[in-house]
């Protein structure tokens, strides 16, 4: 058996609908995650981070190429693979008659779970999703963020080989984004492996072991946060908002990069000085700051996570 979790070869996936032009969703993914590994697929809604999830979990087949969870080809043997995976979907919700106690723990009574395990593992993941309090009242009654907290402790509960989280924290506050974070890493050190996705950059940058950064269906760039914030080209950066026009007084003082009206220069300490003299003389109001995943991505993708 090998050491890896998942891998997607070619994977490509076009929805066809009458009267429209196909829309290519993938188109051509090939990535490997191995065990125990927490990876985020990182990018702008519409991607197709969800088509990938939905496929690797097997609630989609996949126009052609090949996915393998844990050696078995996802397509061909898709009720193997399903003991061994969980998933959190987007747009799922517990069930609205059901309070977070009932709907976690018939869940994993419902994946063969005996009681006595089941009961324990209930009440551990509400207390880490900060339900407790909430655990007796109707779904029907929650916040849209408790709703999606009471999901993703019916997932973790599960203690599942596999994990997929569709934007896991979507609709939560801070302290509950944290404790959902909080309890993936504590289920990776406990062997579970982890694929979710996210178009929040402090999340993947906070919670992944590895990115993969994906734009129109396809795979543009992979690695640790930080190999992705070093390929940038520096360890500072100065935002100038209104700067893009300016663009050629900062070429060779660092890394330029343009978005709409911006303009944020990367640069090492040594070169710092200068572009914010060169700000100055062009009477342009500047920011510094540390590189981040933003500028990581932006120079991937050519626009911010939140450009439609």
């Not at 061994?84 to 709907?103: C, D, M, N, S, W």
């Not at 880490?128 to 509960?157: H, K």
């Not at 694929?195 to 543009?220: F, K």
Request: proline share 5%; charged share 25%; with cysteine.
């Amino acid at each position: 058996m090998s050491d890896l979790a998942l891998r997607a070869v070619d994977l490509r996936k076009t929805y066809v609908s009458k009267g429209a032009p196909p829309v290519e969703a993938l188109a051509g993914v090939s990535l490997s995650v191995a065990r125990g590994d927490r990876v985020a697929l990182l990018g702008r809604n519409g991607a197709g981070k969800t088509t990938f999830l939905r496929i690797a979990s097997t609630l989609l087949r996949p126009s052609s190429g090949t996915i393998e969870v844990f050696d078995t080809d996802v397509g061909r043997q898709p009720a193997k693979v399903r003991p061994y995976i969980a998933i959190v979907p987007q747009e799922g919700k517990p069930f609205f008659h059901l309070t977070p106690r009932e709907q976690v723990y018939t869940y994993l009574r419902a994946r063969g779970l005996g009681r006595e395990t089941a009961k324990a593992r209930t009440e551990a993941s509400l207390e880490r999703m900060g339900l407790t309090e909430f655990a007796d009242r109707l779904s029907i009654t929650l916040s849209g963020g408790q709703r999606q907290r009471t999901m993703v402790a019916t997932v973790i509960a599960t203690e599942a080989p596999l994990l997929f989280l569709d934007e896991p924290t979507i609709g939560m506050d801070p302290f509950a984004r944290r404790a959902v974070w909080a309890s993936l890493r504590e289920l990776t050190r406990r062997g579970s492996t982890i694929v979710l996705t996210t178009h929040y950059l402090d999340e993947a940058d906070a919670l992944s072991q590895r990115l993969h950064i994906i734009e129109h269906g396809r795979l543009l760039v992979s690695g640790t946060a930080e190999d992705l914030k070093r390929s940038v080209g520096g360890t500072l950066k100065v935002h100038l908002p209104e700067g893009a026009y300016a663009v050629d007084r900062f070429r060779g003082l660092g890394a330029c990069v343009i978005d709409g009206a911006a303009l944020t220069v990367i640069v090492g300490p040594e070169r710092l000085g200068q572009v914010t003299e060169t700000a100055v003389a062009a009477g342009l109001t500047a920011t510094v700051g540390p590189v981040t995943l933003e500028e990581a991505f932006l120079r991937a993708v050519g626009r911010s996570i939140d450009e439609d």
